[in-house]
């Protein structure tokens, strides 16, 4: 009988136990090994995919706001001269904007939120991105371009403009700051030496993270580089400029051509599972040799810690990665414990690797991965919170329990055609939470697929776009509904008004526009404040719409007037015109019923312009006109009126426009002259005379002044006209003091009371006279009552500066006006005119007489001289002498004549007329 002894039992007992114990550890070291390097493959796939997720939503977004910024009327009318103050507003909103603008077809800039220096405009025609998207007519992402404005890096992102008829009649883009493209990953994520980054479909650098300011724009340079282009989606390991092998994830960007891309150094995503299986493969080697040696020197010390590893390998292999051996026994029993447990700790590292890659798919963005099969295998928190479902309630179902009934199985079949197609597919979509609640989101699907091409999973990243949807409701209510009343504004009324002018043209039926405007709004304001405007404003919108069918259309236009747009009022005209007469009928009952306003109760009245069309024979602006012009119309007869649109109308406004067009050339090309009619005294001495301007038009001869005075007062062309009037009179001034027989003549010049309320008019006044050299004892401004309605204190001072600077003043026209006894007593005045109203039946209208004597009488107690104007005939002459007036004015003594007859006059007879 063969006896061994305690030492070989140990042997064989070590023997035993180190067989298996090796190939457990060598197992675990092994799969340890390849599940770490699979885990980092997984966790670049994701982050590469986060970012292919982050910026292809960025760019479809500002995609979607260009094509909605393209489709709106005042972009489509690539008009100058309507600049949209949204470009500035969503400039301003986004930091990472370069600037927005729109050019027409030719590349001409039309408008910008950052308008070039000094206002001229910019042709972008040879610029690749205006070039592409003018060539495919859709949505292009221009290559990295260096702006000389913005001084930044920056791709174009452009998008065309169609017109109705869907031809190309410009382009809207936004140059966005290539550094907005950073997925600013965390550097905890990446290894030392990792490089990440975007190349265009060209192979040009969109963005890296290493020096990104200087490689931008650059073409690919390095192997690795072009064959990550070439590759496009997958996986592959090169070797960069720098001579680093690395590994690359690589991705591309749906629609975009894009690349994204991340490259590990290969030695990184090795060295850690190298490290460990080369420490877990010595501590093996050393643990198993200590035992040997240990069993020679001990017996049953060594069995105990040997038992305990033991269990703890066991453990380990079992999955309890959180135990550890006991650090007990012989030193060199705990010495190797303590190796083991090193060994552990190195796989916990593991975990944490596996834990960061957690940490990226735990996003803000909802994530869920299925298999190849669509069962659900993970979903993360955000997921969890968007719909509703926890984890352990979806983890190995199907996603049909999140579809909703917004999509038909056509669409569903598309988007999986799309999948297989190109392994990608994102888009709007609307989904279903648990409670059963639709909502819309963007959605990105992604398929993962092995080494040989195969399809292993699906990754699919969701946002809850919500309050996107919100958001752009609100910007269509700012942009198309008037934010007091809520009716349609002016943008959206044109809409409406070509959409009702369409429908006439099909139907073959009549319509009718009818402007609204209140009248005496204004006094409203001013008593009572903008406050009670307002209110008053929104129950006149009230009123309106209770007033017409829910089919037909209200809007404001803007202040206190409305539109009201009537359809389908038969094919006959007289037909129309009654039904449109009978709801203005009830639109002037309904808005003259008084308004309850707070506390105050308040009547207004409105005045209506109405005018039919059938068809498209009219434009939307002439349509407006033709309203507007009934409207006044409607004033003009007293208000609280309704009156319809007469062509007569129509031309007298196009000849008025065009004589205000006449006039403002008779300025630049001086077809002005004056003519001086004589004043003179009881005994026919001509003391001087006034100044009258006549126009000598090219066309039409000459203008009397009755026509064109009134539209120069209208259209404040009265200013440059005044001051050239009186400009002229002082120089004939100057002339005349060089001459004996004229150098005492005065000259009366007219001043319109616009031109008299301008603040420097006193600067004006007196820069003539030094720029002439004119005697400033021998001009008289001629004011008229008007004058005197408002601000009588500016008037008086204005005077006065000029009365001390010798300048006379005679009040003209007096007696038609409102002249106060009190303001006349205060007014430096030299002189009072009786108006011709009253000269010319002063012989056959005792009223007229009776103020004729008064004026007089006035002049005499107030110390001032007196003039009459328009005397035609002895008769009248012998009246107002008798009645005290001894200076007069009119036909009888000459017309206004030209300068040359009337010094030939001045001279013939100086002494009598």
Not at 91 to 99: I, V
């Amino acid at each position: 009988m063969h006896t061994f002894s305690i030492r070989a039992y140990l042997l064989l007992l070590v023997l035993a136990l180190s067989v298996p114990f090796v190939m457990v550890v060598g197992y675990g070291i092994y799969s340890d090994r390849q599940q770490t390097i699979a885990n980092t493959k997984l966790s670049l796939k994701i982050l590469v995919n986060t970012m292919v997720t982050n910026t292809g939503g960025k760019i479809d977004n500002t995609r979607l706001l260009l094509e909605r910024l393209a489709a709106r009327p005042i972009v489509q009318q690539v008009d100058p001269r309507h600049c949209d103050p949204i470009l500035q507003e969503l400039y301003q909103l986004h930091p990472e904007y370069a600037n927005v603008d729109y050019t027409n077809k030719d590349g001409l800039m039309v408008c910008s939120a950052v308008p070039e220096p000094g206002g001229r405009m910019i042709n972008i025609a040879h610029t690749s991105w205006f070039m592409e998207v003018t060539k495919k007519q859709r949505f292009v992402v221009g290559k990295p371009h260096f702006g000389p404005i913005t001084g930044k890096w920056v791709s174009v992102l452009t998008s065309p403009i169609f017109n109705a008829r869907h031809e190309l009649i410009g382009t809207i883009q936004l140059p966005l700051n290539l550094k907005s493209y950073d997925p600013q990953i965390p550097a905890h994520l990446l290894a030392p030496g990792s490089h990440y980054g975007f190349f265009n479909e060209d192979g040009v650098l969109v963005w890296r993270n290493v020096d990104p300011d200087h490689v931008i724009g650059t073409h690919a340079k390095s192997e690795a580089a072009r064959q990550v282009i070439a590759l496009r989606n997958g996986e592959l390991e090169g070797t960069a400029m720098d001579g680093v092998p690395r590994f690359y994830s690589v991705m591309e960007i749906p629609d975009t051509g894009w690349i994204a891309w991340i490259g590990v150094p290969v030695s990184a995503i090795y060295a850690e599972a190298n490290k460990r299986a080369k420490i877990a493969s010595t501590i093996v080697l050393i643990a198993v040799l200590m035992l040997l040696f240990i069993t020679l020197i001990i017996a049953r010390r060594i069995t105990r810690p040997i038992a305990a590893l033991e269990n703890t390998a066991r453990a380990l292999h079992n999955g309890d990665f959180g135990a550890r051996a006991t650090v007990k026994g012989p030193r060199d029993i705990a010495a190797v414990a303590q190796e083991f447990n090193s060994m552990v700790d190195a796989q916990q590292h593991s975990l944490e690797q596996l834990r960061i890659a957690a940490t990226a798919f735990e996003s803000h963005e909802g994530m869920m991965i299925t298999d190849a099969n669509h069962i659900i295998l993970r979903v993360n928190s955000a997921f969890t919170r968007t719909t509703g479902y926890a984890s352990e309630e979806i983890v190995g179902r199907a996603p049909l329990l999140l579809r909703s009934d917004h999509h038909d199985a056509v669409f569903y079949r598309a988007m999986w055609e799309s999948i297989e197609r190109t392994g990608g597919w994102q888009g709007e979509i609307w989904g279903k939470r648990k409670n059963g609640e639709v909502y819309p989101k963007w959605l990105n699907i992604t398929a993962v697929k092995s080494s040989q091409g195969a399809v292993t999973h699906y990754i699919s990243t969701e946002f809850d776009i919500t309050e996107r949807k919100k958001a752009d409701e609100k910007i269509n209510e700012l942009a198309f509904y008037d934010q007091l009343t809520g009716l349609p504004n002016r943008t959206l009324l044109q809409d409406r008004l070509k959409l009702a002018m369409a429908v006439s043209t099909r139907h073959k039926m009549h319509g009718a526009l009818m402007l609204i405007d209140l009248d005496n709004f204004k006094t409203l304001n001013d008593t009572l404040g903008h406050d009670m405007g307002d209110l008053l404003l929104k129950q006149v919108a009230e009123r309106l719409c209770a007033c017409v069918r829910a089919e037909e259309v209200v809007a404001r236009l803007g202040g206190d007037e409305f539109v009201v747009i009537l359809t389908n009022l038969g094919t006959l005209e007289n037909h129309a015109a009654t039904q449109a007469e009978s709801v203005g009928e009830k639109i002037l009952a309904a808005l003259n019923q008084p308004y309850q306003i707070n506390e105050v109760t308040f009547h207004s009245t409105p005045s209506i312009g109405v005018t039919l069309f059938k068809g498209q024979h009219v434009g939307i602006d002439e349509l407006l006109k033709q309203a507007d012009l009934a409207m006044y119309k409607a004033k003009d007869t007293g208000r609280n009126a309704m009156r319809f649109f007469d062509p007569a109308m129509q031309t007298l406004v196009i000849e008025q426009s065009k004589l205000e067009a006449d006039l403002r050339r008779a300025l630049k090309e001086n077809q002005f002259e004056l003519h001086y009619q004589p004043q003179v005294t009881i005994d026919g001495l001509i003391t001087g005379a006034e100044a009258l301007v006549r126009w000598h038009h090219p066309e039409r001869g000459i203008v009397p002044p009755a026509e064109f005075i009134p539209l120069a007062e209208e259209s404040r062309l009265i200013l440059p006209l005044g001051v050239w009037v009186l400009e002229t009179a002082c120089t004939r001034l100057n002339i005349w003091a060089l001459q004996p027989e004229l150098c005492e003549l005065n000259l009366a010049v007219n001043v319109s009371a616009h031109q008299f309320r301008q603040a420097d008019f006193v600067e004006q006044v007196l820069s003539a006279i030094k720029k002439t050299g004119a005697n400033p004892r021998r001009l008289k401004l001629e004011l008229t009552e008007s004058l005197m309605v408002q601000n009588i204190e500016d008037i008086i001072e204005k005077m006065r500066a000029l009365k001390a600077h010798g300048v006379g003043f005679s009040l003209d026209d007096f007696g038609t006006g409102y002249s106060s006894l009190s303001y006349l007593k205060r007014m430096p005045l030299d002189q009072l005119k009786i108006d011709q109203s009253f000269v010319r039946d002063v012989l056959t209208d005792a009223n007229d007489a009776a103020l004729a004597r008064t004026i007089v009488k006035l002049a005499e107690s107030l110390g001032l001289q007196v003039i009459a104007e328009g005397v035609e005939t002895k008769e009248q002459r012998v009246f107002l002498i008798d009645a005290g007036c001894h200076a007069y004015q009119g036909y009888l003594f000459s017309r206004p004549l030209p300068v040359k007859d009337f010094e030939m006059l001045v001279n013939s007879k100086p002494h009598q007329v």
